[in-house]
């Protein structure tokens, strides 16, 4: 009984994959699990374009500096999408919040739905022999990505999945320990002792796998990593204020 937890458990993100195909029938499956997901509302505001389309693939590869979503046998694009949502509300007759600019829960449900189907997929695809790998960078290429996949307004490009049998075999990465991640009845503070001996942990771990250079070409370690990531810059600030707009316009402002 104990089976799927235990891959679970060593479930570690996939970037290089061998060139065998994913048979379709595996796919299909894949994308029902998905689909079976629990739906906030019963509301399914999303949807989940495969890409297969060797150009297209390239340009999305460059839009989010993802090089391994091409060498990937399988790419799923997850949206929010509230177009169909609408279309649907509008079947019924009546005068929506949507419509007036409101509905922030049902906006954040698209997201959480979205979220929880792409992980559902990529949690079948470990059952069925295959590794994944989300690609977050396409938050800072919705505008980009629906340019090439020509996505009518209403329809969000929120992450992809990178799916196929791996050619590698990393080790877990460092996660909080349990007792700090997990609270009961009520919050505890991290200490910062805590968070020092964490960052100490994840800088030995990606140092010791060659993480960095290993997918980037670079030698760093966690903590300069985190940093750079978090960093205030000029890019960010761009690239948030585009996606901020890019989302205000396909009816999924968030203030």
């Known amino acids: 009984m104990s089976a799927p937890v235990d891959m679970m458990l060593k479930r570690v993100s996939i970037r290089r994959f061998k060139s065998d195909p994913v048979r379709e029938d595996i796919l ?4 029902l699990a998905g689909q079976r997901s629990p739906s906030p509302g019963g509301f399914q505001a999303y949807s989940l374009l495969v890409v297969d389309d060797a150009e297209k693939l390239s340009r999305i590869s460059e839009a989010t500096r993802q090089r391994f979503i091409t060498e990937s046998p399988v790419f799923i694009l997850v949206c929010v999408d509230i177009r169909r949502f609408r279309a649907m509300l509008d079947r019924l007759g009546h ?3 949507l419509r ?6 049902a906006k954040l449900f ?3 739905e ?6 559902s997929m990529a949690t079948a695809a470990l059952y069925m022999g295959l590794g994944s790998c989300f690609v977050g960078a396409v938050f800072y290429a919705m505008k980009e990505i629906s340019e090439v996949l020509d996505l009518p307004q209403g329809v969000i490009p929120l992450l992809g999945l990178c799916l196929g049998y791996p050619d590698e075999s990393p080790p877990l990465r460092p996660r909080w320990p349990l007792e700090i991640a997990v609270h009961r009845n009520r919050y505890r503070e991290t200490t910062a002792e805590e968070i020092d001996n964490y960052l100490r942990l994840a800088d030995e771990a990606m140092k010791q796998e060659h ?3 290993k997918y980037s070409g670079q030698e760093t370690s966690y903590t300069e990593h985190l940093k750079w990531k978090t960093q205030t810059s000029e890019w960010i600030e761009k690239h948030d204020r585009s996606a901020r707009e890019f989302l205000v316009r396909n009816g ?3 203030t």
């Open 252 to 254: 999924l402002g968030l």
């Open 28 to 31: 299909n499956k894949i994308l």
């Open 114 to 119: 979205a979220s929880i189907v792409a992980q």
């Open 110 to 112: 698209s997201i959480v």
């Open 100 to 105: 007036h600019g409101a509905g922030l829960y």
């Open 211 to 213: 993480y960095y250079r």
């Open 95 to 97: 005068d929506y919040h």
